[in-house]
């Protein structure tokens, strides 16, 4: 057995039985309780069906929306605690939308389960995964502060946690608060369901329940595939293409909070489901204010978000509190999150809830609504089950206008102000590109990049251990800028690619956009560029449409190797995928991994007696060379 110090905690990699398990030895001890969320009951006590391939799985518990209303029991405290969870990652079947298909769930439930804290807390999770392929979790918005090895990217932060293995994720969240979700990142398994709720509270949040509102419901939407992921991907990167086209698929539904209706108007494939399930019901209180913490798990899609005849005051997004716009519908890019108030209508009622997709900024895009009953009332005493009658805004955006984030169409103003630094210290940028690259396994093939670089997953040798070690690593097969010092800096992206949108993703950060434009932008044009550095937006996700670039302002006071990415999990399995290093030298000066190289190897050992037989995806992963054969995975 091998010990690893990571930061006073200890990785203990046990080889020849494909188990990888994190020992905690905390830095600190918390003062008082701790909180437990053990995994359901093994899948033995739950229903189960035998597929096609021999093998019985359980039938995954879809949640109602009444599963996702936030308590008002929770203490919102400033008093530190530690919250710990037993999660279980496995496959199941599930019909969301009345086609029955396996997914990968946490502890058998879709959407995955909640994660609740204050600002302050210790997350726990115990990650055992019962997979056949490795798998991470990612933290979406969650800072890392003094954690980066705990982000969740495999070939980045961490070597994956093997097949039939598992690993602890320990971190403290650091002054942020807000709507937050967690996902994986390996592959694209995402897309087939892992993922879930991530909420942050603060006692100095600006935006109080009692005050500002009154019920607090959170409101997952996401866009659907009826095929595996996995086939997906392998079809998008051969040079037949996913059927017939190597243009990434549009959704065959939308769900919304795990449930939707069946429609697959845009896969050009017979689509009958036996029992199209009845619309998620999310119900909310008559006469009162009500908080929708929204969050977009799409794979692929820009959605919309409407609720026929009701307002919505935008609050929030990305655990930034903000003064924003009173609006008909919510635009969100692939992993954005927005809080909205909306005011509950006197005495009881059912309105539709609209998620439509915006197809302009789709290949072959084709116009497709979701659907959700939203009913005011009473929710222990309302009897109705009618379906809406309601008519949507007449002013909604077309199917087939142009797609723009709501921080593009509307001022959305901070409440707590932050002005941006007059100057930066260092400006760096990423031109995003598309086109024909070349892999190290000698196949050019359609893909993405940044700076002419596509990038290739180095699965079993993390970036961040390089860093630790003060060592480079090939820049042919990483796309890359760093921030060597503490400051201000400015991050500039070009979207180059002329006909295609990109929702992108930060880690390890919030940042400040203090400037959009048409074109292409260098640091020479920064001087006469119109930038706003009074309270910018803060974000960590955003969406920027072809041809334009975004002057992103860093403070760089958070070391690590953070992947900053498109969040259009087909874009990022084609090397849509770049990292920012913050301060490389504070990251060498870390108490780091004392042999994260043995870590891999073994990694990789046990990995490969297991998966001889997998099919494998993109991006491809640069293995030890003590290994014996390339593995293709997808980040």
């Not at 090895?149 to 495999?154: A, E, F, I, Q, S």
Request: contains cysteine.
């Amino acid at each position: 057995m091998m010990r690893v110090s990571f930061a006073k905690s200890f990785f203990t990699v046990l080889l020849g039985i494909s188990s990888l398990s994190l020992v905690s030895g905390a830095s600190h001890r918390l003062s008082h309780r701790r909180h437990h969320h053990n995994a359901l009951s093994s899948s033995s006590s739950l229903s189960t069906r035998t597929t096609n391939s021999s093998s019985s799985l359980p039938i995954a518990t879809l949640n109602p929306s009444s599963s996702l209303i936030l308590s008002p029991d929770f203490e919102i405290t400033s008093t530190p605690t530690t919250r710990e969870y037993n999660w279980t990652i496995h496959r199941a079947l599930a019909s969301p939308d009345g086609f029955e298909r396996e997914v990968t769930v946490v502890n058998n439930q879709f959407p995955g389960p909640l994660i609740e804290a204050n600002t302050g807390d210790t997350i726990v999770v115990h990650v055992n995964n019962l997979l056949d392929s490795p798998q991470t979790i990612h933290w979406h918005g969650i800072f890392q502060n003094s954690t980066p090895y705990m982000d969740g990217v495999p070939g980045i932060s961490q070597c994956p946690i093997p097949a039939n293995g598992s690993f602890t994720y320990q971190y403290t969240i650091t002054n942020q608060a807000g709507t937050y979700w967690w996902h994986s990142h390996w592959a694209v398994t995402m897309a087939d369901g892992l993922f879930g709720p991530l909420i942050v509270h603060s006692p100095d949040e600006t935006l109080k329940r009692g005050v500002d509102y009154d019920h607090d419901q959170i409101v997952v939407v996401n866009d659907w595939m009826h095929d595996q992921s996995d086939n997906i991907v392998a079809g998008l990167t051969s040079e037949a293409g996913y059927r017939g086209t190597d243009k990434p698929p549009q959704g065959d539904a939308t769900l919304i909070n795990g449930i939707g209706q069946a429609s697959c108007i845009a896969s050009n494939t017979t689509c009958s489901p036996p029992a199209p399930p009845t619309p998620a019901t999310i119900t909310l209180p008559s006469n009162a204010t009500s908080r929708l913490r929204l969050i977009s798990g799409a794979s692929h899609a820009m959605l919309r978000v409407s609720i026929d005849d009701h307002p919505l005051e935008v609050v929030e997004t990305d655990g930034t509190e903000v003064w924003g716009p009173v609006v008909h519908e919510v635009a969100m890019s692939n992993g954005e999150r927005f809080s909205v108030l909306v005011n509950g209508t006197e005495g009881e009622g059912e309105f539709w809830m609209r998620v439509g997709t915006a197809a302009y900024c789709l290949p072959y895009g084709v116009e497709q609504v979701g659907k959700a009953i939203v009913r005011f009332g009473s929710t222990d005493s309302y009897t109705s089950t009618s379906e809406p009658t309601s008519q949507a805004w007449d002013d909604l955006k077309a199917w087939n206008a142009t797609c723009s984030g709501l921080d593009e169409d509307y001022p959305l103003v901070p409440r707590v102000s932050q002005s941006a630094s007059a100057d930066a210290f260092t400006t760096q940028v990423f031109d995003s590109v598309a086109g024909v690259f070349t892999y190290v396994n000698g196949l050019s093939l359609n893909g993405f990049g940044f700076n002419n670089v596509s990038y290739q997953n180095q699965i079993y040798n993390p970036l961040l251990s390089l860093s630790y070690a003060g060592k480079s690593y090939n820049t042919s097969l990483v796309p890359s800028v760093s921030f060597d010092a503490l400051g201000s800096g400015n991050l500039i992206i070009n979207n180059l690619d002329t006909l295609i949108d990109h929702p992108y993703h930060m880690h390890g950060n919030s940042f400040q956009i203090i400037g959009r434009g048409t074109g292409r932008m260098d640091e020479a044009g920064l001087a006469s560029a119109n930038l706003t550095l009074e309270n910018p937006l803060r974000k960590d996700t955003f969406w920027m449409q072809r041809n334009t670039w975004v002057v992103l302002r860093l403070v760089t006071d958070n070391p690590g190797v953070w992947p900053m990415h498109c969040h259009i999990d087909w874009h990022m399995a084609e090397g849509k995928l770049a990292v920012v290093v913050v301060q490389p030298d504070a990251l060498k000066s870390m108490d780091g991994p004392d042999s994260w190289s043995s870590v891999s190897t073994g990694a990789v050992t046990t990995l490969l007696d297991g998966e001889a037989n997998r099919s494998t995806s993109f991006v491809m992963a640069q293995i030890p060379p003590t290994s014996v054969r390339l593995e293709l995975v997808l980040l």
